[in-house]
């Protein structure tokens, strides 16, 4: 599949690794081996460039910064600065986000200036530069498909942030130009990259909980957002609003649409059940072995709404029912902890929730894996996984097929809530049999120029 707009897209390009006008730039070049690099050739980095400079760029610079062989050379954002993410004290967008790689540069080299990561407007002139080997997809979620497909186009190496898609059908494209174009994906479920997360999910897997028989997601709630008679408001200067838009319908502005509040309008992201949800749920499907496939059937189970008029439309309060195919039932709802799962077992349950650990009966948490049991892929840093993959050229731990499975999953939840009942599915086709309503909600349509073709 291929994505088309008023531009043109960038042209596919061979991977380039070598030293260029972004390292010129630097006060001592001949420094940048030894210190930026931390002491890997030229050959050996990876050129990066970041599509989004929003709430979640304060983790993802800092931990690719940190990688030795990696070098930040772009930072992009339809946002030139501004406050009103996730905390009030935050100001991001791509001038404070691209000042702060070139201020970390600086003080790595020991020079006062340091000018070789760049601040773009516009995705489209990152992928069209043929030094940047990879790109960091840090956007709200209705940009994922379209940036995703056009990177791989472009023959860029992908890290996108979860969910990775905003409709089921998004997932399809986004598969078949990571595979067709020959590119590394890497979902950023990053919780696949954490001991603890790993040691649960192996614990279930070798049947420590004996047989499942019930997994509980948890999720928080969500806020309901201005209320009715919410009035838009003007663009502050140095927003490009229409481009923050892109794919999505053409809407008043106004500041909690975007920035980090986006995630609680349907247009733009699926609520908590693919914000934490896309985490919890990647969980539960690592531990089940699901990685593949995924619930036959998905049951409202009392989701809570935003009252009619709130500019925020995603569930306040998550509750749906899943049974796979083998009878295990996963329940997703907002709970307290408001991160995580347990899995019930007839031999005992073991739960997992930010970072601690808990079962019953207690002594099961502890119990000692021997070599000849099944043991999942290690990764500990989700960031490395990524760059180490990029180089030898293999998956990392979360590819794009594994991604799409899980943000299936969520999606799925999302649509029998928003229909308030029952939802088959078939994970083998990938479709809601016999249900043409919950079928029509696998995609929707674009917004002028942009569209998602084959």
């Known amino acids: 599949m291929r994505v088309r707009n008023s531009r043109t897209a960038a042209p596919a390009v061979r991977r380039r690794t070598v030293l260029k006008a972004a390292l010129a730039a630097v006060a001592s070049p001949s420094l940048v081996p030894s210190l930026v690099l931390g002491g890997h050739a030229p050959s050996n980095r990876i050129n990066v460039g970041f599509l989004g400079a929003g709430n979640q760029s304060r983790v993802e610079l800092p931990s690719m910064l940190r990688l030795d062989d990696v070098q930040v050379v772009a930072i992009c954002d339809v946002n030139k600065g501004s406050y009103g993410y996730a905390r009030p004290e935050h100001f991001l967008g791509r001038d404070p986000v691209c000042e702060q790689a070139n201020a970390f540069y600086a003080k790595k080299l020991g020079v006062g200036t340091y000018n070789g990561c760049a601040a773009y407007a516009d995705f489209r002139d990152v992928l069209a530069r043929n030094d940047v080997d990879a790109v ?16 791989a186009e472009a023959g860029k190496d992908i890290y996108c942030q979860k969910p990775m898609t905003l409709t ?29 997360v790993r040691r649960v ?22 806020p309901v957002g201005p209320g009715p008679g919410w009035e838009p408001a003007p663009v502050h200067d140095g927003f490009d609003y229409d481009l923050w838009l892109g794919p999505a319908p053409e809407a008043p502005y106004h500041e909690d649409r975007c920035l980090y509040r986006f995630r609680f309008i349907l247009d733009y992201s699926g609520g908590q059940v693919t914000n934490t949800g896309a985490h919890s749920n990647d969980i539960v499907q690592w531990a089940l072995g699901t990685d593949d496939t995924g619930p036959v059937e998905f049951e409202d189970q009392g989701a809570v709404w935003p009252p009619e008029g709130h500019l925020f439309n995603t569930a306040v309060r998550t509750h749906f029912r899943a049974r796979y195919a083998n009878g295990i ?13 347990r899995f019930e077992g007839t031999e005992g349950w073991l739960q997992y929730a930010w970072r601690e650990v808990t079962s019953e009966p207690e002594s099961l948490k502890d119990s000692v894996l021997g070599p000849d049991e099944l043991h999942l892929p290690v990764s500990d840093n989700h960031y490395r996984n990524f760059v180490d993959a990029v180089k030898s050229r293999e998956d990392p731990i979360e590819p794009v097929e594994v991604g799409h499975r899980t943000t299936t999953l969520c999606h799925l939840g999302n649509i029998a809530m928003l229909l308030g009942r029952k939802v088959p599915w078939d994970p083998a086709t990938q479709s809601c049999p016999n249900d043409p309503e ?3 909600m696998l995609q929707r349509p674009y917004r002028a120029p942009w569209r998602l073709t084959g």
């Open 136 to 151: 960091m997809i840090v956007t709200p979620d209705h940009w994922h498909a379209i940036m995703t497909v056009m990177a």
């Open 168 to 196: 089921v059908d998004e997932g399809h494209a986004m598969i078949d130009a990571v595979r067709r174009h020959g590119r590394v994906f890497q979902t950023g479920s990053q919780y696949r990259s954490h001991a603890a």
């Open 201 to 222: 999910c192996e614990l279930v897997r070798n049947g420590r909980v004996g047989q499942v028989r019930r997994v509980v997601s948890f999720v928080p709630g969500a």
């Open 329 to 341: 039932e996963l329940i997703c709802k907002t709970h307290d902890p408001s991160f995580g799962g």
């Open 438 to 440: 919950a079928e029509s």
